[in-house]
């Protein structure tokens, strides 16, 4: 956007040359937000569009670029906020209670108890079912979890369409 002849032709005084190579060096930074949205190179490019500003010597390039390191450092807040909340810890505590319940507390208990004179071929047929049930909602809820995860971890960068 920046180094664009037209944009920087509709402006009302032309960037000296040391805010023309601010300006091509934070649309370098810019270009550098592709693939899938990262925090850190969020902050890596928002700290290079910083250095970019304090390089430009008139009011305009500063303000052009300082106001893409700004969009980026609030995207960056939104981005890493989302992410915590998408898939939130105590979900994750509670997965590995239940996991950790559901093997000490159902389980194991199941397998020791001695079943009825006789039947002991059908206790062995139930605690499997039963098992493999329980087995079956712990990979559940950890497939579910593992999707909340990527939730958060889906989104990439789009260019703009030129017209």
Not at 11 to 24: C, E, H, V, Y
Not at 29 to 50: D, K
Not at 102 to 118: A, M, N, Q, R
Request: aromatic letters at 10%; hydrophobic letters at 45%.
């Amino acid at each position: 956007m920046f180094p664009d002849p037209a944009f920087r032709g509709r402006q009302t005084s032309l960037p000296s040359s040391a805010d023309g190579q601010a300006l091509d060096d934070g649309d370098k930074a810019l270009a550098r937000l592709a693939g899938p949205v990262e925090p850190r190179q969020m902050t890596e490019i928002a700290r290079q569009l910083r250095v970019c500003t304090e390089r430009a010597t008139g009011d305009w390039a500063k303000g052009v670029v300082r106001q893409q390191a700004e969009y980026l450092e609030l995207l960056h807040g939104k981005v890493k906020t989302f992410r915590a909340q998408a898939l939130p810890r105590p979900f994750v505590v509670g997965w590995v209670l239940v996991t950790a319940l559901t093997g000490v507390g159902v389980l194991w208990p199941l397998t020791i108890l001695p079943g009825l004179p006789g039947l002991g071929r059908s206790k062995q047929f139930m605690l499997a079912l039963f098992g493999a049930g329980a087995v079956g909602f712990v990979v559940y809820l950890a497939t579910e979890l593992w999707d909340l995860r990527r939730l958060g971890r889906r989104f990439a960068w789009r260019r703009p369409q030129e017209n």
